[in-house]
């Protein structure tokens, strides 16, 4: 295979921030001796993350073998996942914010036609369900919820995870899509149908107005090279996203 030089959209500050988490496994654990230094296992990890490189395109790029490259790639994700906010930290967060957007987004993955409870009918295609229901007013995405399987509905996947009750709880306005419609409680949602009258049609649009930020943060979410086809284990999906999410917010 040939290789080549490439680069990333990441400033060096990314850079040093991933670096310094390996550094600390190694020393952790008491490795003496590896194939790449932390520097620049950090370098493979942000390529795969960012980029979203195959295990074998990083392999001939860093001239090393494909378990090695697993290995560091599962590394940095574990390193990077760890520190992720819980939803109780999540939403004493949220407090200080003026409303919330509440959203869902399927990601796609590659599963064969036997997973029935990965098919999303929706998209016809295998799918995790991942929630996020930390966007603040300012597009910021704050933290996202397990991954459920594709066929989970947008709304039992907010009750599963319990951000409908944290919600309550928190007394907050929140803004979510038709597909929340009957979540209840501060859960805001537009008008369904097609003959509306003119009041519940302005209703629609200042609602569409203020969930306009959070769709442009989820297709930041959605924008990386890696969460467009998962090619991973099912069980791995969470920790990818959580570690995506806190590259994103490292860069940001």
């Known amino acids: 295979m040939l290789a080549y030089p490439s680069s990333i959209d990441l ?34 990890a942000l390529a795969h993350l960012r980029c979203g490189d195959t295990y074998a395109q990083l392999a001939a790029g860093f001239g090393i073998g494909i378990a090695t490259v697993f290995r560091y790639i599962r590394e940095a994700v574990e390193v990077l996942s760890a520190p992720a906010p819980s939803l109780a930290e999540a939403m004493r967060t949220i407090r200080a914010k003026a409303f919330l957007i509440l959203d869902g987004t399927l990601l796609p993955i590659d599963r064969i036609a036997t997973d029935t409870p990965y098919y999303s009918g929706k998209h016809k295609r295998h799918r995790e369900n991942v929630q996020v229901p930390t966007d603040d007013p300012f597009g910021r995405l704050l933290r996202a919820s397990p991954a459920l399987p594709g066929s989970t509905h947008d709304l039992t996947a907010a009750r599963r995870h319990g951000i409908t009750e944290a919600l309550a709880d928190a007394g907050l306005k929140c803004w979510a899509d038709k597909a929340y419609q009957d979540a209840g409680g501060p859960v805001r949602v537009p008008f369904r149908g097609r003959r509306l009258k003119r009041w519940n049609r302005r209703h629609n649009t200042t609602h569409t107005k203020n969930r306009c930020v959070g769709e442009q943060a989820m297709a930041t979410l959605k924008g990386r090279r890696l969460l467009r086809k998962l090619r991973c284990s099912t069980n791995r999906i969470t920790d990818v996203v959580t570690a995506v999410l806190v590259l994103h917010h490292a860069s940001a």
Request: aromatic share 6%.
């Open 11 to 44: 400033s060096s500050r990314t850079l040093r921030f991933l670096t310094g988490q390996p550094a600390v496994r190694r020393q952790e654990i008491g490795t003496r001796w590896q194939r790449l230094s932390a520097a620049r296992q950090a370098l493979l």
